[in-house]
């Protein structure tokens, strides 16, 4: 991920704690997959949420979002596909580049845009239907499977993608509520991965999950990004974050105040008060 301002000026770093296991270093592709510039929100007219955020995200690539509370990086993430403009009296100004689309400026189907920057959110939210049903009524919607034997193919690799075809290929007809959380996670993600996103944006996916939950969870992150997605996760967690991710970016009062590879974003902040969140002087 590349921040188009210049950086700050250099700031004492902190050491990363001892518990935080920082990711090792991956190879990801310089082809960019989706780019924000100079992207703020509003909301009635003159309450301004975002600041001018400009950042640069990769295929193949994890970025982490990071930050406190009402931060800013949530409503940020839901700029990527224009979930912000479902809130009443709010605006998008700025652009984002998406395959040589602005999106926020240009007139688009925001079905499309939602189909191909993907979403999974903070709580799970699996249809009232059999496992196999909730990946196949995403596909039956948007005309994507020829036949039944096709529908069965695409379930299946959408299964597997999202790590979880082993735990339910015998029990498809089951209700998706008889899943645990954890699954119940994975199965949204399957559902979204049906679609071919090339990128996929999650929301604290692991919030409402167990340890053993989440750890399936950011497996199943790291492989989807391994097939050339990119994925960008909003994360309290600044563990989940040092373990998961190849970038990180840090959001503060609505500004993103410093990115970079998440190694030295952990072990060499430059920003003072980045420093002060990743050691626990506020969160």
């Known amino acids: ?33 989706i780019r924000s510039n100079g992207t703020g929100v509003f909301y009635n007219t003159d309450q301004q949420a975002l600041h001018d955020v400009s950042l640069t995200f990769h295929k193949g690539e994890v970025a982490a979002l990071i930050g406190p509370s009402g931060c800013g990086k949530s409503t940020f993430l839901r700029c990527l596909n224009l979930m912000n403009l479902e809130i009443p009296h709010c ?22 845009v939602r189909t191909s920057i993907g979403m999974v959110f903070q709580q799970p939210n699996p249809f009232r239907k059999s496992i196999y049903d909730n990946v196949a009524l995403a596909l039956t919607r948007h005309g994507m499977a ?55 944006l999650m929301d604290e996916p692991c919030s409402a999950l167990d340890p053993i939950a989440t750890r399936a969870i950011e497996d199943t992150a790291r492989r989807i990004a391994d097939t050339g997605i990119c994925v960008i996760i909003v994360t309290h967690n600044m563990q989940q974050a040092a373990r998961v991710s190849d ?16 190694e030295r974003i952990f072990t060499a ?3 003072e008060r980045l420093q002060a969140y990743i050691s626990g002087q506020f969160g």
């Open 1 to 33: 991920m590349e921040q188009t301002k210049v950086n700050a000026p250099d700031a004492p770093s902190a050491p990363v704690s001892s518990h935080t296991q920082v990711a090792a270093a991956r190879a990801v592709s310089k082809e960019v997959a």
């Open 91 to 112: 605006r998008i100004v700025g652009s984002i580049d998406y395959h040589g689309v602005d999106i926020v400026n240009e007139k688009i189907n925001l079905f499309d």
């Open 146 to 200: 020829a036949n039944s034997t096709n529908l069965d193919d695409q379930v299946e690799e959408a299964l597997r993608a999202a790590v979880l075809w082993d735990e339910v290929k015998d029990d498809l007809k089951k209700s998706a509520w008889a899943l645990s959380g954890g699954q119940q996670q994975r199965l949204c993600i399957a559902r979204t991965l049906a679609l071919h996103p090339d990128v996929l």
């Open 247 to 262: 970038t990180t970016s840090f959001f503060y009062l609505g500004e993103m105040v410093e990115t970079g590879p998440t």
């Open 269 to 271: 902040p430059e920003d």
